[in-house]
C-alpha cells in the first residue's frame, strides 16, 4: 500500500457495481500521474509494481492503451476499468480534470469491445464523464458532477451509474483515518455527489449499487460484509427501498454487459442466488446493512448460509 493515515490507501481503485463482483476487472487503467499511479513513489518502482503485482497499470497514448487492455484480457479479465478522471484518495490530482484522452478512451473501449468486455470508468468531473461517455463506457462510478447533459446522455447510451456513496459516508465518518489532502477533497465533493445522484435517479439514469470497499475486517470501516450500507445512502438520496434493492440485485449484473451472469431475478432461467432476512428491508432498509439479519444464502441454488429448510 502507499503511504497513508489509518486505514485509508493513499490510491486505489474505485468502487464498482454489485454484478461486478462475478468478474475480474484486472488492473486499473491509469495515466501516468494519474488516479490510479502511485505518486509517492519513483515511475521506475511503478511500472515494476504493475508488472509485477497487476493490480494497477499506467497506460499513455493510443498504443500504450490498446496494449495495456490487451494484456488485462491476456490475464483473463471480463471487464476493463479505467480511471478517466482524478480522485480524492490520490495525492496529486483533481477529482474534476479529465485524464484519458478522447482517442485513448475510443481504443481502450474498441479493444475491450473486439472481445465482448465492457469499461467501467472511474469519473468524477463532467469533462472525463462526456468522454468516457462518448467513447461507448457502460458504467460511470462515482459521477461526482453530472449535471442534466450527462444524465440525458447517460440514458440515451443506455450507460449505468454506479455512485459508491458509502466510501464518501465512510470517510466523513471516520475522517481521523483520512489523510488532509484527500479530506480536502471529500468535503468539496460530498453535497455535490449527493445532488448529482439524486439529479440522476430523477431524470431516469439507470443506477446499480455499488460501494467502493477495500478492506477486510469487519471492525474497520469500509469493510467486506458492510456492503448493505449502500442500500441505505442510496434511500437516503430518494430511491425507495424498492429501488434501492433493485439497484443492488436486477441491476448489477447489467453493468457486466455481454458478461453478465443470469443472475439479479427471481425468474425462469435465472440462477437461484437469494438471500433472507429476519425482517422487512421495505419498511426498514438498514436491516439490509447488518449481517446479524441475514439468514440464508443461496448460491445458483446451493445454500451456502443458514439451517436447511425443513
Not at 36 to 58: F, I, N, Q
Not at 76 to 81: D, E, P, Q, V
Not at 188 to 207: L, N, P, S
Given at each position: 500500500?502507499?503511504?497513508?493515515?489509518?486505514?485509508?490507501?493513499?490510491?486505489?481503485?474505485?468502487?464498482?457495481?454489485?454484478?461486478?463482483?462475478?468478474?475480474?476487472?484486472?488492473?486499473?487503467?491509469?495515466?501516468?500521474?494519474?488516479?490510479?499511479?502511485?505518486?509517492?513513489?519513483?515511475?521506475?518502482?511503478?511500472?515494476?509494481?504493475?508488472?509485477?503485482?497487476?493490480?494497477?497499470?499506467?497506460?499513455?497514448?493510443?498504443?500504450?492503451?490498446?496494449?495495456?487492455?490487451?494484456?488485462?484480457?491476456?490475464?483473463?479479465?471480463?471487464?476493463?476499468?479505467?480511471?478517466?478522471?482524478?480522485?480524492?484518495?490520490?495525492?496529486?490530482?483533481?477529482?474534476?480534470?479529465?485524464?484519458?484522452?478522447a482517442a485513448e478512451l475510443r481504443a481502450i473501449v474498441e479493444v475491450a469491445a473486439l472481445a465482448e468486455r465492457p469499461v467501467?470508468?472511474?469519473?468524477?468531473?463532467?469533462?472525463?464523464?462526456?468522454?468516457?461517455?462518448?467513447?461507448?463506457?457502460?458504467?460511470?462510478?462515482?459521477?461526482?458532477?453530472?449535471?442534466?447533459?450527462?444524465?440525458?446522455?447517460?440514458?440515451?447510451?443506455?450507460?449505468?451509474?454506479?455512485?459508491?456513496?458509502?466510501?464518501?459516508?465512510?470517510?466523513?465518518?471516520?475522517?481521523?483515518?483520512v489523510p488532509g489532502y484527500a479530506m480536502a477533497k471529500l468535503r468539496a465533493i460530498a453535497d455535490v455527489h449527493a445532488e448529482?445522484?439524486?439529479?440522476?435517479?430523477?431524470?431516469?439514469?439507470?443506477?446499480?449499487?455499488?460501494?467502493?470497499?477495500?478492506?477486510?475486517?469487519?471492525?474497520?470501516p469500509n469493510s467486506w460484509g458492510h456492503n448493505g450500507k449502500e442500500l441505505a445512502h442510496l434511500v437516503d438520496l430518494g430511491?425507495?427501498?424498492?429501488?434501492?434493492?433493485?439497484?443492488?440485485?436486477?441491476?448489477?449484473?447489467?453493468?457486466?454487459?455481454?458478461?453478465?451472469?443470469?443472475?439479479?431475478?427471481?425468474?425462469?432461467?435465472?440462477?437461484?442466488?437469494?438471500?433472507?432476512?429476519?425482517?422487512?428491508?421495505?419498511?426498514?432498509?438498514?436491516?439490509?446493512?447488518?449481517?446479524?439479519?441475514?439468514?440464508?444464502?443461496?448460491?445458483?441454488?446451493?445454500?451456502?448460509?443458514?439451517?436447511?429448510?425443513?
Amino acid at each position: 500500500m502507499p503511504p497513508g493515515t489509518g486505514p485509508w490507501p493513499s490510491c486505489r481503485g474505485c468502487g464498482t457495481a454489485t454484478g461486478i463482483s462475478w468478474a475480474r476487472a484486472g488492473a486499473i487503467l491509469s495515466t501516468t500521474g494519474g488516479h490510479g499511479d502511485l505518486h509517492s513513489y519513483p515511475l521506475p518502482w511503478m511500472e515494476d509494481y504493475a508488472r509485477l503485482v497487476g493490480t494497477m497499470c499506467l497506460a499513455d497514448g493510443v498504443a500504450g492503451c490498446q496494449r495495456a487492455v490487451r494484456e488485462q484480457l491476456r490475464r483473463g479479465a471480463r471487464l476493463i476499468k479505467v480511471c478517466a478522471s482524478g480522485g480524492v484518495l490520490s495525492e496529486l490530482d483533481d477529482p474534476i480534470h479529465q485524464q484519458f484522452t478522447a482517442a485513448e478512451l475510443r481504443a481502450i473501449v474498441e479493444v475491450a469491445a473486439l472481445a465482448e468486455r465492457p469499461v467501467a470508468a472511474h469519473c468524477h468531473g463532467k469533462p472525463g464523464i462526456m468522454a468516457a461517455l462518448e467513447a461507448g463506457v457502460l458504467t460511470i462510478e462515482h459521477g461526482t458532477y453530472l449535471d442534466d447533459e450527462c444524465c440525458d446522455a447517460m440514458r440515451e447510451s443506455g450507460a449505468i451509474l454506479v455512485p459508491t456513496r458509502t466510501i464518501i459516508e465512510d470517510m466523513l465518518a471516520y475522517s481521523e483515518g483520512v489523510p488532509g489532502y484527500a479530506m480536502a477533497k471529500l468535503r468539496a465533493i460530498a453535497d455535490v455527489h449527493a445532488e448529482a445522484v439524486a439529479r440522476a435517479r430523477e431524470r431516469g439514469v439507470t443506477i446499480a449499487a455499488g460501494t467502493d470497499i477495500a478492506l477486510t475486517g469487519m471492525e474497520l470501516p469500509n469493510s467486506w460484509g458492510h456492503n448493505g450500507k449502500e442500500l441505505a445512502h442510496l434511500v437516503d438520496l430518494g430511491m425507495t427501498p424498492l429501488a434501492a434493492i433493485e439497484a443492488a440485485t436486477a441491476a448489477g449484473p447489467a453493468t457486466l454487459g455481454p458478461q453478465a451472469p443470469r443472475s439479479g431475478l427471481l425468474a425462469a432461467g435465472y440462477d437461484a442466488d437469494v438471500i433472507t432476512v429476519d425482517a422487512d428491508p421495505l419498511a426498514d432498509i438498514s436491516v439490509l446493512a447488518k449481517p446479524a439479519h441475514l439468514t440464508a444464502v443461496w448460491t445458483a441454488g446451493r445454500q451456502v448460509k443458514g439451517a436447511p429448510p425443513e
